[in-house]
């Protein structure tokens, strides 16, 4: 989930686009939802891993060239 001023979910016009990597592994095309219980956006994607290895997800919003999102970063281990 990402909130905060800059996303301007007001702006349908204007939508935001999800930049996400994983270290290893295959997503899925990520997707922004808007999310009327937080006022900001939701990300979903799927991971596909490779091996039993630690994964660093990373995602964060843009509109156009311009980032509008902190990154959000975390680590996955398949257990």
């Known amino acids: 989930d990402f909130v905060g001023p800059a996303l301007g979910r007001d702006i349908p016009d204007q939508p935001?686009?999800?930049v996400c990597s994983?270290?290893?592994g295959a997503m899925?095309?990520?997707i922004a939802q808007a999310n009327p219980y937080s006022g900001g956006w939701r990300v979903f994607f799927d991971l596909i891993p490779e091996?039993?290895?630690m994964i660093d997800l990373r995602c964060f919003l843009k509109r156009g060239s311009d980032v509008v999102s902190?990154?959000?970063s975390f680590q996955w281990r398949r257990e």
């Open 22 to 24: 994983a270290s290893s």
């Open 28 to 30: 899925s095309t990520p």
């Open 16 to 18: 935001v686009t999800p």
């Open 51 to 53: 091996g039993d290895e």
């Open 70 to 72: 902190e990154t959000w």
